[in-house]
């Protein structure tokens, strides 16, 4: 099963919201189409769909062709595309905060118990 980012909790399991994913994570490379339709976890039908969208949003920009293939790369030069880069940042780094300030549970039981294989078992 795919670990689900916290910025498709927040935005919906999506086509579009994956690809912005996998794109905003990789924002200082270039991927192909079919490179980005994989790392999303889309498949091309609903990729093709939603590529049509970003590239009239000018969200994606083509950085290069390498034989028959086209390489694209996240528009970060957009001041959309800026702002939600920024915004996506945001929301991880909100989360890990949420995440870190909650008390690591223990078990009563292991307190005291450091020197039995039951008590490296956490």
Do not use: C
């Not at 990729?47 to 790369?73: D, E, H, P, Y």
């Amino acid at each position: 099963m795919r670990e689900e980012s916290i910025f498709v909790e927040y935005f919906g399991d999506s086509p579009l919201v994956r690809i912005m994913n996998f794109l905003i994570l990789g924002k200082d490379f270039d991927y192909s189409m079919t490179e980005i339709a994989e790392g999303a976890g889309v498949g091309w039908t609903s990729f093709t769909r939603a590529w049509k969208r970003l590239l009239g949003k000018n969200a994606v920009v083509q950085t290069r062709t390498i034989g028959r293939a086209r390489l694209f790369k996240l528009n970060t030069t957009d001041p959309t595309i800026k702002r939600l880069v920024r915004f996506h940042w945001e929301i991880l780094k909100e989360e890990t905060n949420k995440f870190l300030a909650k008390p690591i549970k223990t078990k009563k039981s292991m307190i005291g118990m450091t020197n039995t294989p039951m008590a490296w078992k956490v």
